[in-house]
């Protein structure tokens, strides 16, 4: 059987993951890693190519992964590349999605070739459980918990601070609120229910500490409406305790077909690596978009388009056999 | 917009879980139930027909949902009505499956209809957890756990003992088992490893209640491979504290993507009614079966052949908005 050719388009932590889960797919192949920067090597050993020549690939790749991030890459870069690919990428601001779809599906219509949205953890699996536990259950409510786990945006914001030096921000589900969703109960949860922030920060020399999480605890939309713990620290301790990447969730739908039975259906991951998952799930819808592309499937799709038996490499046999 | 036009064979708890769970749903009505019994009206007034006439509703209705069991009503009635009409069914004799799916296939093909096999919680829901889960962490097991429920099937075989009168079976996951397992352990569990069974029974007058228990937790298939507990009680009390049908699961995968880094996916369920959940499952499924059906699509089709997006009333649009 022919292999799937993927390329990755990108080489930071989503890339390095995409190409480790590529390897361990025995139905694809990675043709070539695409980069801004020069002489760059992969983690296998892998000369990267000057993204200025990926045309050249048009014909030699089957599917694109892009591994850029939501904020500036993604939206000019997505376009661009479903005119030339069948594309995958990790779009994940839940706002912008309507146009930037609207987007990618202009484009992917115009060149013929086929663009799958949003995929990865949430959105991506979190979506497929809040839409599929809310068509069974239409009567209900689900709730989406994050954490426990490093998020990128607020640990930014904290490292954008004067006096700061360095800064890692968790976030964490409250135990409580959990509870109360999975009793059942009818909850009208507010940000500051669901979820705490708990900041590490290395300060700069004398530095002052108190005006920095005064800062922190205050600051709009990221911190202001959440319990917010602060802890300085070390750098050492920052690189020795808190350089991984865990993350995980929940998605938790609570509903009822009669006024005595109620159903409580959930969703929860923990994850050692949140990149390397993420590249996983790019890694499975890049092998189902390369299979619908082949089948003639033109523009943009997302998760809730795709036959699940697309994302497995065994036969549709097989997967009725020893899985339904 | 028309209506999705439904018809239920079968009224027992199936069916009528389906009745509520279609009177919910704006974009689908009920035209017909069809019952073997006569002078059977349902729980919101329906007067049921014969099953004997339903070929008279062959154009009448866009698809039959089958409520029979799996043992002797689905593998006959399933072939008969997929010649008539667009079918989803619960068929869950995981065995079997590949045999049924077979004719189910090739009955839809000739009869150019489309017919969905074993849709429900576990074939169901599960059985797509275990896939999804599966493609992205190549690299791991899952495990499948059942309750706390009743189950049916080991009810029906404590009730054939002698002496019995009445009982009810509950299937318990072991709580030491789902720990190692979601603490990301390659476990080795055996069937006794992961659940227990308890059972409550009502022996007749002057029966050897000694002698029941000791054949129920040696009867080979059903019981001898599990930690079995048997408790006598009275007939009051198996009406009043085991006449509900609750029920639920777990399906776990632990994998990685390197040696150091585990990611543990769970879907969970804890269900009040297991058949008007099951009910619901199916009525979700019968719309994506008369949408699909209508885009021309035949034969036997699975719940990993189903775009999610098809479960939903909402357009793909909504659906982006809000869910992705």
């Not at 006096?163 to 009793?183: C, N, W």
């Not at 799930?281 to 795709?306: H, N, P, W």
């Amino acid at each position: 059987m022919e292999k799937i050719k993927v390329g990755i388009l990108g080489y930071g932590n989503l890339g390095r993951g995409v190409e480790l889960a590529i390897s361990k797919a025995q139905d694809m192949e990675l043709v070539a890693v695409f980069t801004r920067r020069d002489n760059v090597v992969t983690d296998m050993g892998k000369a990267c190519i000057n993204v200025n020549k990926i045309e050249n690939y048009k014909d030699k790749i089957d599917v694109l992964i892009l591994c850029g991030g939501s904020a500036t890459d993604l939206p000019f870069q997505g376009v661009e590349m479903v005119k030339l690919f069948n594309t995958v990428d990790s779009f994940d601001t839940h706002a912008k999605i309507p146009e930037y779809f609207a987007n990618m599906d202009k484009a992917a219509k115009e060149s013929g070739k086929l663009g799958i949205i949003s995929v990865g953890w949430d959105p991506g699996l979190f979506s497929i459980a809040r839409m599929l536990f809310g068509a069974i259950l239409p009567e209900g409510n689900d709730y989406t918990f994050w954490g426990k786990g490093v998020s990128q945006g607020h640990s930014d914001a904290i490292r954008r601070i004067k006096g700061v030096k360095d800064g890692k921000q968790y976030t964490i589900p409250k135990e409580q609120a959990l509870e109360i969703v999975r009793s059942g109960e009818v909850a009208d949860l507010t940000a500051r229910d669901k979820h705490l922030r708990e900041c590490f920060v290395v300060a700069e020399e004398n530095a002052d500490k108190a005006a920095i999480a005064n800062e922190i605890k205050n600051m709009p939309n990221y911190f202001a409406d959440y319990d917010t713990i602060v802890h300085f620290i070390s750098e050492e301790e920052l690189k020795k305790n808190h350089s991984k990447m865990p993350h995980g969730g929940f998605v938790i739908r609570s509903g009822k077909t009669t006024d005595e039975h109620k159903h409580i259906l959930e969703l929860s991951i923990k994850l050692d690596s949140n990149p390397e998952f993420t590249s996983s799930v790019l890694a499975a819808y890049a092998r189902a978009i390369a299979k619908l592309a082949k089948e003639g499937k033109k523009g943009a799709v997302s998760v809730f388009d795709i036959p699940l038996s697309y994302l497995s490499p065994a036969s549709n046999e097989e997967l009725r056999k020893h899985l339904l």
